[in-house]
């Protein structure tokens, strides 16, 4: 059935948001006849503009009104940001079709869909989109850390703020059956806007220091790290007998707060996370009492206007004390033959992977530096151009893992990490971010990355494996990867 959009004419602003509800009446008055011809619930949204806003605060409002159901993702360079909460309506999929089911619903989402745009707001303005994230290894037996993330979740949100630079909308999206008292339900809705709007007017600003609240904490390897250090060992071994070109190994470490402290705060973290991490993807996803929070710096891919763009991420390097120490660091990661052989895999898997989604590609000669505080990585940009009828969900299944986060042969290195990695991955390391009824989303690799549960925290963090890897080395280089969220936590610089 052909996606409806209906345009207002009346204008609309937070203002009277509370006040003017005729075109929601008129939508659930569309949503209700399509579900009594379908027989099926019709998913309808409304769209308002609405003031930009500090993102952050915004879902810091959704947070008081949706404990346990909000959502979260902004890039600060690219001052673009989505804060969700509640759910309207959930994909959930499992097993190794996670992809392939999830980019189905999406498409039967996409068709069923009733969109109003109230006027200030237009169809290629953003509206509607659903956020989420996939497992790194469906295969892999699963533990109680991860209840709740099923191997695919992706949330259409009851409130969405979505914003892009100087412009802004808030969409309003529910469920509606055939036999829904459309007075009760427009009731319950405009309540939910009038608490919403009286806390964005009302909710003072967070402190603007965010480490003022630093955390006590104690730290352990779920795993020993003598253990960890004599299976880099063993991979090496095989590497360097063939088995394998490449085997990304993960540690996990536990982090407790004091008892004396309170539990670690969400929007803290996130705080810290953007202004430490400008460049990064800063997101948080939120099931019941866990929360799978971090700030990635790889794009796995990103979708707009029929374009695929992805970027090879592989090889890493710490950052310099001084300007001089850093460019050579720097020049020492572009000339590493090491880090240049696996950024090298990470690029051809990625090139082969388009080819089947993709009728052109563009691939850049040579990696540049992508820096971070406190660790560099070898980047590719690479552009596709994305056949019909294709979709960004199709990518993650041809993109996933991508030899940064898994290995090479690839499926013989899952196995690898399967058997011998003694740790429930869950979500790190796979794909998580958004996609609209459009079809532009983007999903990031769920790096640097925490599941909070109170004042629990288990952090995750990764190593690329080859023929020289030195087990010492990758340790410490894991423990530079882990301080990204373990600052964020505990509030030191």
Partial sequence: MEKVFVNSTRPCNVARITENFTQ?????????????????????????????????????VLHYLYPGECTYWEQPARQMALAGAGIALSIQTTGSRRFADAA??????????????????????????????????????????????????????????????????????CLVEATDNLDHLIDTLQQEIT???????????APKDASAEAHMYSMRD???????????????????????????????????????????????????????????????????????VGATPERLVHAQDGQLHTMALAG?????????????????????????EEHEIVTTMLRASLANLCSRTWIADTPELLRLKNIQHLQTAIVGELQPGRSILEALQMLHPTPAVGGTPTDSALAFIRANENLDRGWYAGPIGWIDLHGDGEFAVALRSALLERRRATLFAGCGIVKNSDPEAEYAESCLKLQVILRSLSGEE
């Fill in 24 to 60: 929601l009446r008129t939508l659930l008055n569309l949503a209700t006849a399509q579900a009594t011809h379908t027989g099926r619930a019709t998913p309808a949204s409304l769209v308002l503009p609405f003031p930009a806003s500090d993102a952050l605060r915004v879902f810091r």
């Fill in 104 to 173: 189905l619903a999406w498409q039967q989402l996409r068709d069923e869909a009733i969109v109003q745009y109230a006027s200030g707001s237009s169809e290629n303005q953003a509206g509607p989109a659903l956020f989420g994230g996939f497992s790194f290894d469906p295969l892999r037996a699963r533990t109680p850390l991860w209840q709740g993330f099923s191997d695919g979740v992706l949330i259409l949100p009851r409130l969405l703020f979505r914003q892009q630079k100087h412009q802004a909308t808030l969409t309003l999206s």
């Fill in 195 to 205: 608490q919403f709007s009286e806390l964005m007017a009302t909710l003072p600003d």
């Fill in 222 to 292: 779920v795993w020993p790290a003598a253990s960890w250090k004599a299976l880099v060992h063993k991979t090496v071994g095989l590497i360097q007998q063939g088995s394998y070109a490449k085997v990304v190994l993960a540690r996990e470490v536990e982090v407790m707060a004091s008892s004396q402290q309170q539990p670690f705060q969400l929007a803290t973290v996130l705080e810290r996370l953007r202004q430490n991490y400008p460049a990064a993807y800063v997101f948080a996803l939120q099931r019941g009492e866990r929360t799978f």
């Fill in 316 to 340: 890493s390097a710490p950052r310099g004390a001084t300007e001089e120490e850093d460019r050579s660091l720097g020049s020492a990661l572009l000339a590493s033959s090491k880090n240049r």
